[in-house]
């Protein structure tokens, strides 16, 4: 059963912002670190950055300081500000454990040019 949450996609115009919220389980929050991912149509599954259980980030090359994940243990919440939005960012967005286990259904970025 897959216990991972993505919301928040939606449709902005090039240069808006959009914040991306996984909910997911405290087994797989509390002893993972968390990471978001994206999907192009076409393209292979990408690693967009991760945030370890003591707040480590990682990102991607591409994010060029545009995004920020973090996570709230509270909430067992991970989250994705993402700024400066270009069209090559409209994607499925994902969220899961790194290394990546089962997947959720993700939600739709869409930048329009």
């Known amino acids: 059963q897959v216990q991972l949450v993505e919301s928040g996609g939606g449709l902005v115009q090039t240069g808006g912002s959009l914040r991306l919220t996984c909910v997911t389980s405290r087994n797989i929050f509390s002893t993972n670190t968390m990471a978001w991912y994206r999907q192009a149509p076409g393209k292979w599954r990408e690693l967009v950055a991760y945030v370890t259980t003591s707040g480590k980030t990682n990102y991607g090359d591409f994010m060029r300081g545009r995004f920020v994940i973090s996570r709230d243990s509270a909430k067992n919440t991970v989250y994705l500000q993402m700024d400066s939005l270009q069209p090559d960012d409209t994607a499925v967005y994902y969220c899961?454990?790194?290394?990546?286990?089962?997947w959720g259904q993700g939600t739709q970025v869409t930048v329009s040019s």
């Open positions: 899961n454990s790194y290394p990546a286990g089962s």
